[in-house]
């Protein structure tokens, strides 16, 4: 299996997505896009492949999850949110079945439940 290069040194991803943690109506747009680019990299290297795309617009996408590889139009398995419901998820702020009942997370196809992926970051 071949692993992307990471893009974001893991000490400036941490940085940001506790930065955002700290203050989220305070936190700048760049420190948002970083902790959002960060936390969807660290996603992709926990569950590496290609079967489930996480989607966190206008800021990121990713794919994960070994299985069925789709290549063109919308994948069958995809779950999209909103930068600040995103990192709540991350840091253990938001449960993902309150996430997902609130209609913060939309989630559709197979294998969509990133629950116990999450949280990603200690803070």
């Not at 069958?76 to 997370?105: F, H, I, K, N, R």
């Given at each position: 299996?071949?692993?992307?290069?990471?893009?974001?040194?893991?000490?400036?991803?941490?940085?940001?997505?506790?930065?955002?943690?700290?203050?989220?109506?305070?936190?700048?747009?760049?420190?948002?896009?970083?902790?959002?680019?960060?936390?969807?990299?660290a996603l992709a290297d926990l569950a590496p492949g290609r079967s489930v795309e996480v989607r966190v617009p206008?800021?990121?996408?990713?794919?994960?999850?070994?299985?069925?590889?789709?290549?063109?139009?919308?994948?069958?398995?995809?779950?999209?949110?909103?930068?600040?419901?995103?990192?709540?998820?991350?840091?253990?702020?938001?449960?993902?079945?309150?996430?997902?009942?609130?209609?913060?997370?939309?989630?559709?196809?197979?294998?969509?439940?990133?629950?116990?992926?999450?949280?990603?970051?200690?803070?």
């Amino acid at each position: 299996m071949i692993m992307a290069r990471r893009k974001i040194d893991v000490t400036d991803g941490v940085a940001a997505v506790r930065t955002w943690a700290a203050d989220p109506a305070a936190a700048p747009r760049s420190i948002r896009a970083l902790a959002v680019r960060y936390s969807l990299e660290a996603l992709a290297d926990l569950a590496p492949g290609r079967s489930v795309e996480v989607r966190v617009p206008p800021f990121g996408v990713t794919q994960i999850l070994e299985g069925t590889v789709h290549t063109r139009g919308t994948p069958p398995a995809v779950v999209e949110t909103s930068a600040d419901t995103w990192l709540a998820l991350v840091t253990g702020q938001l449960a993902w079945a309150d996430a997902v009942a609130a209609g913060d997370v939309v989630a559709s196809g197979q294998r969509t439940d990133l629950a116990a992926l999450l949280p990603l970051v200690k803070i």
